[in-house]
């Protein structure tokens, strides 16, 4: 992308489309079962509801994710300026922190304003998404440890990607 303007105008555009995807889950998948999987009968409520608890459990394990890729991806971009050879072409090109500190800012507060809408829209479709958090925060310490430890080595594995592949541009 070739200016601030762009990425922030690409920023306000995908989350105007997650919120439409998050709020048509429950159509997306009807539409799915019934004409392209060919199904009229009903699932059953037991089914219904393992459905909508793997549902809550990706959503916010994707909003966890998300917001980690905004942060981990500024920090990227400044640390690596283009003359290190990187492989991914990070946006404008720019590494100064007076326009990644904004990029990111604005990035974070859409992506709230997107999953609190979408939040609020599925927990009314009766999909468990505000119980999630809640369970998550009730079990055991070393469940917690296994998902901060998880996300550590992601960004770790990150930044030793970025500094050992080659570049194929420029």
């Given at each position: 992308?070739?200016?601030?303007?762009?990425?922030?105008?690409?920023?306000?555009?995908?989350?105007?489309?997650?919120?439409?995807?998050?709020?048509?889950?429950?159509?997306?998948?009807?539409?799915?079962?019934?004409?392209?999987?060919?199904?009229?009968?009903?699932?059953g409520?037991?089914?219904?509801?393992?459905?909508?608890?793997?549902?809550?459990?990706?959503?916010?394990?994707?909003?966890?994710?998300?917001?980690?890729?905004?942060?981990?991806?500024?920090?990227?971009?400044?640390?690596?300026?283009?003359?290190?050879?990187t492989v991914?072409?990070?946006?404008?090109?720019?590494?100064?922190?007076?326009?990644?500190?904004?990029?990111?800012?604005?990035?974070?507060?859409?992506?709230?304003?997107?999953?609190?809408?979408?939040?609020m829209?599925?927990?009314?479709?009766?999909?468990?998404?505000?119980?999630?958090?809640?369970?998550?925060?009730?079990?055991?310490?070393?469940?917690?440890?296994?998902?901060?430890?998880?996300?550590?080595?992601?960004?770790?594995?990150?930044?030793?990607?970025?500094?050992?592949?080659?570049?194929?541009?420029?």
């Amino acid at each position: 992308m070739g200016s601030n303007t762009e990425v922030m105008i690409a920023v306000l555009l995908a989350g105007i489309q997650e919120v439409i995807l998050r709020a048509s889950m429950k159509r997306q998948d009807a539409w799915f079962r019934h004409y392209i999987l060919g199904r009229t009968d009903d699932v059953g409520d037991e089914v219904r509801e393992r459905q909508h608890d793997a549902w809550a459990a990706t959503i916010c394990q994707g909003m966890v994710i998300e917001t980690f890729n905004i942060v981990v991806s500024a920090a990227v971009k400044w640390q690596f300026t283009p003359e290190s050879q990187t492989v991914y072409d990070f946006g404008n090109g720019s590494t100064e922190l007076d326009v990644i500190v904004p990029q990111m800012v604005f990035a974070l507060v859409v992506e709230y304003i997107v999953d609190f809408t979408s939040l609020m829209i599925e927990a009314k479709q009766n999909i468990p998404v505000l119980e999630y958090f809640d369970r998550f925060l009730r079990c055991s310490p070393a469940t917690m440890a296994c998902q901060i430890l998880c996300l550590l080595t992601s960004l770790v594995s990150a930044f030793g990607c970025f500094q050992s592949l080659p570049t194929f541009y420029g």
